[in-house]
């Protein structure tokens, strides 16, 4: 299992309808709005990197009101 946060910047006043959306899709188990350089922290879990690429670029880059993504593998050392 993979793991990672997802740190999202979105249009203006989106942040919330954002979270709400992702919070929706499968393999999100956490979506929060925040402030900072980041409007909104996903956390998700897919089996394998390539199912995490998967997620990220076909179901969460497509929810309207996000301008970027950054994604944040966890590692454990």
């Keep these: ?7 999202i ?8 309808n954002v979270a709400s959306e992702i919070s929706g899709i499968l393999g ?16 998700a879990e897919a089996r394998n990197v390539d199912e995490l690429g998967k997620l990220v670029v076909a179901q969460i880059q497509g929810v309207e009101g ?3 993504t950054l994604t ?6």
């Design 28 to 43: 999100v188990t956490q979506a929060e709005d925040v402030t900072g350089p980041y409007d909104v922290i996903v956390r």
């Design 9 to 16: 910047q979105t249009e203006v006043g989106k942040a919330a």
């Design 1 to 7: 299992m993979v793991q990672a946060y997802i740190l």
């Design 66 to 68: 996000i301008t970027r």
């Design 72 to 77: 944040c593998p966890i590692v454990h050392i």
